[in-house]
């Protein structure tokens, strides 16, 4: 089967020119899923358990809503797409605070992953395209 860009409908927006996923063969790779909520775009993004002011500074942050957003995101991308949270291979998880947020990721990571255990890879980088705290790339195999 030839490569196929795929846009889902009911998940956030891409903030840049690309597909959510790109099937090849029997393989999806998702581009960075982060935890905007799923219709929501870069103009009117709802990001659950992040508050701003004006000026962009926080007023709330809530880690963990941010996680399970992201994994709901990815599941999302994943069925619409034919494939599962089960057949996730790979994971790419990149945090911009590892010292304040990595034993949380863990954690949860451990309570979605806990019947399936793809490969997975976690960086600290500077900054994301938003003020997001996580985004994660995927890799899954289709059926």
Same mark, same amino acid.
């Given at each position: 089967?030839?490569?196929?860009?795929?846009? &889902?409908?009911?998940?956030?927006?891409?903030?840049?020119?690309?597909?959510?996923?790109?099937?090849?063969?029997?393989?999806?790779?998702?581009?960075?899923?982060?935890?905007?909520?799923?219709?929501?775009?870069?103009?009117?993004?709802?990001?659950?358990?992040?508050?701003?002011?004006?000026?962009?500074?926080? &007023?709330?942050?809530?880690?963990?809503?941010?996680?399970?957003?992201?994994?709901?995101?990815?599941?999302?991308?994943?069925?619409?797409?034919?494939?599962?949270?089960?057949?996730?291979?790979?994971?790419?998880?990149?945090?911009?605070?590892?010292?304040?947020?990595?034993?949380?990721?863990?954690?949860?990571?451990?309570?979605?992953?806990?019947?399936?255990?793809?490969?997975?890879?976690?960086?600290? &980088?500077?900054?994301?395209?938003?003020?997001?705290?996580?985004?994660?790339?995927?890799?899954?195999?289709?059926?």
């Amino acid at each position: 089967m030839p490569d196929k860009p795929i846009s &889902i409908n009911n998940a956030p927006k891409p903030v840049g020119l690309y597909p959510h996923a790109r099937r090849v063969g029997n393989l999806l790779f998702l581009s960075g899923v982060g935890p905007r909520v799923a219709g929501s775009n870069e103009s009117d993004s709802i990001v659950p358990g992040l508050e701003l002011d004006q000026n962009g500074n926080f &007023i709330a942050f809530d880690f963990e809503a941010q996680c399970r957003s992201v994994f709901e995101n990815v599941r999302i991308i994943l069925e619409a797409s034919g494939s599962s949270w089960g057949e996730l291979v790979d994971v790419t998880v990149f945090l911009v605070n590892m010292k304040r947020d990595f034993q949380l990721y863990n954690r949860l990571y451990a309570e979605y992953f806990k019947d399936n255990l793809p490969c997975r890879t976690t960086v600290e &980088i500077n900054s994301l395209p938003t003020p997001i705290a996580i985004e994660l790339k995927c890799i899954a195999s289709i059926k």
